[in-house]
Nanobody
Framework: QVQLVESGGGLVQPGGSLRLSCAAS????????VGWFRQAPGKEREGVSY????????YYASAVKGRFTISRDNDQNTVYLQMNSLQPQDTAVYYC?????????????????WGQGTQVTVSS
């Protein structure tokens, strides 16, 4: 069974940090591009970051560039999203997704497999 599971979300104060994990089972995540997306109430799902499977090139949305970092640990079959300097605008459910093409994109419809999401709330 192919499965992605996000973890690491929670409640954090503005300016704080969280590290989200996307753990894969049933397939080797290193051979897939992995994207992080988020969706806040009443808003469309937006691409946050992705990392390709070939050369490890990365993308960051303008809203998070310089604050978030995507990375892989292939031994753990896991992709991470380190989120620093969090602001209330970052509050959303965060999802990871795997793209078998290996390239990645900021569009949700291009991804094949999705996790269940993890809630991130930034509030004082």
């Amino acid at each position: 069974q192919v499965q992605l599971v996000e973890s690491g979300g929670g409640l954090v104060q503005p300016g704080g940090s969280l590290r989200l994990s996307c753990a894969a089972s049933g397939f080797t995540l290193a051979y897939y591009a992995v994207g992080w997306f988020r969706q806040a109430p009443g808003k469309e799902r937006e691409g946050v970051s992705y990392i390709s499977s070939s050369d490890g090139s990365t993308y960051y949305a303008s809203a998070v560039k310089g604050r978030f970092t995507i990375s892989r640990d292939n031994d753990q079959n896991t992709v991470y999203l380190q989120m620093n300097s969090l602001q209330p605008q970052d509050t959303a459910v965060y999802y990871c997704a795997a793209d078998g093409s290996g390239y990645g994109s900021r569009w949700p419809e291009t991804y094949d497999d999705w996790g269940q999401g993890t809630q991130v709330t930034v509030s004082s």
